[in-house]
């Protein structure tokens, strides 16, 4: 997916999440946000999303700043350091404060037909203001002529799934059928399983032994003795 993401070049890029409700920026894995125009751009938006479709409930900033963790390694982070997209996102679109831990289905989900109802009319419309206002954000009409002449770079989205299904390569660099090496990491972890029960075995023989010395040594002598 690296691959295809890189030959689209793509304008906006946007990670749906639920868990609570915010729009976030880069970046994730630092307590900051980018600087610059598009930057700029980026907070703007988010702003007139909040206001329109998420009725100012919506935190707004980086995810690294806003969660109280910083996320290392994240595709929205990805898409906008590495495969430069000008406006990358992490939507939050729902999250129930007042659910039990041990509810995670409905901290994570609306579970009545008028909540969500609700989110997925918003979130929907949010996407349609998205598609309404970047283009002119990014000038995107003025570079479509220049991006058109790239076509030659972009990937098929079926080669790609055919070339990764088909063939990869083994740790050893030798190309092999995915059937084949899926068989070598079985076989991989079916000796670390044996490697792992020869280790139990041995610790659980070792206590018994160790047990059965001390209930032999703290017998009455009078037990051990001939009448």
């Not at 988010?46 to 996320?71: D, P, T």
């Not at 901290?107 to 008028?114: G, K, S």
């Amino acid at each position: 997916m690296r691959k295809l993401a890189i030959s689209l070049d793509p304008h906006i890029w946007v990670n749906v999440h639920s868990g609570m409700e915010a729009l976030f920026m880069p970046y994730d894995h630092k307590n900051v946000t980018p600087e610059g125009l598009s930057a700029y751009r980026m907070k703007l938006l988010l702003e007139e999303l909040n206001k329109i479709h998420c009725h100012k409930r919506c935190m707004i900033g980086s995810g690294g700043g806003s969660v109280g963790y910083l996320a290392h390694g994240t595709a929205t982070d990805y898409m906008y350091d590495i495969v430069k997209a000008p406006m990358a996102f992490t939507f939050e679109i729902y999250g129930d404060g007042t659910a039990s831990q041990k509810d995670c289905f409905k901290m994570f989900n609306p579970v009545d037909l008028t909540t969500f109802n609700r989110v997925l009319n918003d979130w929907s419309a949010a996407f349609f203001t998205i598609f309404k206002l970047v283009p002119d954000q990014l000038d995107v009409h003025s570079k479509a002529a220049a991006s058109s002449s790239n076509l030659d770079k972009w990937v098929s989205i079926d080669e790609y799934l055919d070339g990764y299904l088909v063939q990869r390569k083994s740790r050893h660099g030798k190309k092999m059928e995915v059937l084949e090496v899926g068989m070598q990491e079985i076989r991989t972890y079916f000796r670390l399983f044996l490697l792992s029960s020869v280790l139990l075995l041995f610790m659980f023989c070792s206590r018994i032994s160790k047990a059965s010395r001390q209930i032999v040594s703290a017998m009455p002598l009078s037990h051990l003795t001939r009448t």
